[in-house]
Nanobody, 125 residues
Framework: QLQLVESGGGLVQPGGSLRLSCAAS????????IGWFRQLPGKEREGVSY????????TYARSVKGRFTISTDDAKNTVYLQMNSLKPEDTAVYYC??????????????????WGQGTQVTVSS
């Protein structure tokens, strides 16, 4: 059973940085897609970024492009989301998601069957 556990959230001032981690266990394939999503109370879960392992391609939502970077550490079975130049509007619960193989629309939550529990990120002075 694939399990995902996020960590690294917290409180940061505007302009600051955080790095989120998503540790995967029970992963038996080297062909997968990993995504990061975020959600505010009462709002739809929004796709932030995703990575496809087959070609190591990455995609970002327009709102975070140039500020966030998704990466993997295969030896540790961990996916990271480096978040720089954080803004108050980045405040949300952040989730990682995984699916075997390459998905067609990686910023759409319906593409994923496996989810972590989420980690809170708050950007405030």
């Amino acid at each position: 059973q694939l399990q995902l556990v996020e960590s690294g959230g917290g409180l940061v001032q505007p302009g600051g940085s955080l790095r989120l981690s998503c540790a995967a266990s029970g992963f038996t394939s080297d062909d997968f897609t990993i995504g990061w999503f975020r959600q505010l109370p009462g709002k739809e879960r929004e796709g932030v970024s995703y990575l496809i392992s087959s070609d190591n391609s990455t995609t970002y939502a327009r709102s975070v492009k140039g500020r966030f970077t998704i990466s993997t550490d295969d030896a540790k079975n961990t996916v990271y989301l480096q978040m720089n130049s954080l803004k108050p509007e980045d405040t949300a619960v952040y989730y990682c998601a995984a699916e075997f193989g390459s998905v067609l629309a990686g910023l759409v939550q319906l593409e994923y069957n496996y989810w972590g529990q989420g980690t809170q990120v708050t950007v405030s002075s």
